[in-house]
C-alpha cells in the first residue's frame, strides 16, 4: 500500500492529499530515510511524521485496505 494512503487510512492525516504533500515536503521519513507518497509500506517499517515542531513516530503494525475508524489506531504502534 502506498504511503499516503497508509497515513489516510490509519488516521494519522486526515486527508491523501494532505498526507501527499507532507511527503513532498520532507516531513515524512521512513526507516531513517525521507520517504515519498508512492513509498510501498510494510509491516515492521517505522515512520516518522512532523508536525510542526512534533514528531510523531510509529511502527506498522499491519496493512490493510479498509479499517474501520475505532480499529485505525490498530494499524500502528507509537514508538515515541
Do not use: P, Q
Not at 497508509?6 to 521519513?29: G, Q, Y
Not at 521512513?30 to 513509498?39: E, I, L, T, W
Amino acid at each position: 500500500m502506498r504511503l499516503d494512503k497508509f497515513l489516510k487510512i490509519s488516521r494519522i492525516i486526515k486527508r491523501r492529499t494532505v498526507a501527499n504533500d507532507a511527503c513532498d515536503a520532507e516531513h515524512v521519513w521512513v526507516n531513517g530515510k525521507r520517504a515519498k507518497a508512492s513509498y510501498d509500506v510494510k509491516v515492521g517499517d517505522v515512520c516518522e511524521v512532523m508536525f510542526g515542531e512534533r514528531t510523531l513516530k510509529f511502527r506498522v503494525t499491519d496493512v490493510r485496505e479498509h479499517v474501520g475508524k475505532a480499529d485505525a489506531s490498530t494499524l500502528y504502534e507509537i514508538i515515541n
